[in-house]
């Protein structure tokens, strides 16, 4: 049995001093998860979650090699399977946070969620502002368990000091736990 890793994500606006302060590369945002995919991966299943500051329209990954399926899977090739992921977004902006997300997706097999036609509403802007409204916030999520994901939704009722929709999620899987030896809270 698999690990399940789950990710609550957030990565700073471009335009914060967070980049220079920590030395970081504002042009290569993700490397530093990227690189926790990566150690990740083979221990078990990744989704990821929250604000990613990444306007990417409706773009999505094009090359899955699905690390368990040794022949990879075009979706710019094979017409129903690119349709099943397929993304419709009420966003139609484009960042390099966006561009740079994209890119992380593909290397690491993972497919991006919001709007695709499986969750109908997971198509709405995340963000709602004074200054305009984006898909900046994320579900992404590895293949096995995408096919796990029974029901994604972007609620309306958010806190009113905040201008984020939450993300709600439904996973169907069974929980294993380990028996406890030598508990001495017992």
């Not at 083979?42 to 699905?66: D, H, P």
């Not at 690491?108 to 919001?114: E, G, W």
């Not at 004074?130 to 029901?151: A, T």
């Amino acid at each position: 049995m698999k690990n399940t890793y789950i990710a609550i994500c957030y990565s700073p606006p471009i335009n914060f001093n967070f980049y220079k302060k920590k030395n970081l590369d504002k042009n290569s945002p993700y490397n530093g998860l990227e690189n926790d995919i990566s150690s990740l991966r083979n221990e078990g299943n990744i989704i990821l979650m929250g604000e990613f500051n990444a306007r990417t329209s409706s773009n999505q990954v094009i090359l899955l090699s699905n690390h368990s399926n040794p022949n990879p899977l075009w979706l710019d090739e094979d017409l129903p399977l690119a349709s099943r992921y397929k993304r419709s977004s009420e966003d139609l902006g484009e960042n390099l946070f966006g561009l740079e997300l994209v890119k992380l997706c593909s290397a690491q097999d993972l497919i991006i969620c919001n709007g695709l036609k499986k969750w109908p509403n997971s198509r709405e802007m995340t963000c709602i502002h004074g200054l305009g409204s984006s898909v900046i916030d994320y579900v992404i999520s590895d293949l096995p368990l995408y096919n796990e994901i029974r029901n994604f939704d972007i609620l309306n009722d958010h806190e009113p000091d905040s201008d984020h929709r939450p993300l709600l999620i439904t996973l169907n899987f069974v929980m294993h736990r380990d028996p406890i030896e030598d508990n001495p809270y017992r």
